[in-house]
């Protein structure tokens, strides 16, 4: 049992693009016992395996206080997205400090394999499809300060540059954008 230190955008890794998972053995099973343990740890309802810094396409969730499920994702998929979207507030473990405004699909189905391996499938709305949708991204190597309208973006560009440099953030923007709730 481990919590493991959790990457910031300072770390080059989050940027990479993870391999999928080939072996469904006890270090997968140590791997995401890990993650929900270091996950609790910062109080996050998701992480990818790369922000532990494994390049794997792992995700595990929790959203259970929320309402919704709590999980281990395998080598997840987007089957199908809404083209209805939600409007809604994201922060990331790995972007300590900060949040901002993301739309996002409203609903997904979401593809992905278990820890025996067997193939399944689960649909989620609102906060757990923002949720797949932020930690798939992970493991395609996007972070979702990079995603902002260049609006948001651009108030925040100097807070993200400081948290990319491995410093605090200076709250010099509005309430609003300041971290009130970690996504992953
Ligand atoms: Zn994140």
Redesign the pocket.
Known sequence: MAVRPVLTIQDERLYQVSEPVKKFDKGLRDLVRDMFESMAEEG?V???AV?IGVLKRVLVIDLVEKGFIKGAFINPHLIEASDEMQEGEE?????PGLSAELKRPRWVKIGYQDLSGNHKIVEGEMLLARAFL??M??LDGK??VDQLEPSIHKLLAGDIDRIKHGLPVEHAVEPRYRNKKK??
């Open positions: 996050g998701g992480l990818a922000q922060g990331c473990l790995s972007v932020h930690e991204d992970h972070v979702f996504t992953a």
